[in-house]
């Protein structure tokens, strides 16, 4: 195979890439950012599906965040595959700060005390006792549509006027590059005799 590792990864190496890529996660980020940026479509759809991408990592819906957010951006009007682009807001490092940030900001919100330390999420899951998740999931889920909103706000507002600027930057380069060929062409054109 031409594209193929020549030494296949073991199960633990491919575990340790998802949690800490080899190129690490800024630079994991910036090529996540900047093929957001090339996106074919208009600034405010990208970021649309983006920010809706951002709103699904903050709900309790772990497993279905892609699918959530590309129903989101479906519903808005807004690119699906920026959607996609816009989970990676919700990752292995974000995630131990933003399960505690929803839960407690839907405790204050709900009026209620409790704190998630004595709750063990995939023994509850795993037992199939769905009853006891709900009072820990009902108020993640509140605190996950207020802090979605107001992360989808935050990255809406930031995609959209780097994807513009990126876009304006690139038609203007390509206007001149054209219009340097047209003059080119003009200029070496041979003269006919009369």
């Given at each position: 195979?031409?594209?193929?590792r020549?030494?296949?990864?073991t199960?633990?190496q491919?575990?340790?890439?998802w ?6 996660w ?36 772990w ?5 959530v957010?590309a ?9 699906i ?26 405790i ?14 995939w ?19 509140v605190?996950?549509v ?20 990126y ?6 380069r390509?206007?001149n590059?054209?219009a340097?060929r ?5 200029v ?7």
């Amino acid at each position: 195979m031409r594209f193929r590792r020549r030494q296949e990864r073991t199960r633990a190496q491919q575990v340790r890439q998802w949690i800490w890529p080899e190129s690490g996660w800024w630079r994991t980020f910036l090529y996540i950012w900047r093929r957001v940026w090339r996106l074919a479509d208009s600034p405010h759809a990208i970021a649309l599906g983006f920010a809706a991408g951002a709103f699904a990592s903050f709900t309790p819906l772990w497993t279905m965040h892609f699918v959530v957010a590309a129903l989101l951006a479906w519903v808005l009007g807004g690119n699906i595959l920026a959607s996609a682009f816009g989970t990676v807001v919700g990752n292995p490092v974000t995630f131990p700060f933003i399960v505690p940030a929803i839960y407690e900001t839907g405790i204050t919100i709900l009026g209620k005390s409790g704190r998630l330390e004595g709750f063990n999420f995939w023994a509850t899951v795993s037992s199939g006792d769905f009853a006891a998740l709900w009072p820990t999931w009902k108020p993640m889920a509140v605190g996950g549509v207020l802090l979605g909103l107001f992360a989808g706000a935050v990255c809406y507002v930031l995609v959209r006027a780097t994807v513009a600027a990126y876009q304006d930057r690139r038609r203007a380069r390509l206007g001149n590059g054209v219009a340097a060929r047209r003059a080119g062409m003009a200029v070496s054109a041979p003269r006919r005799e009369q």
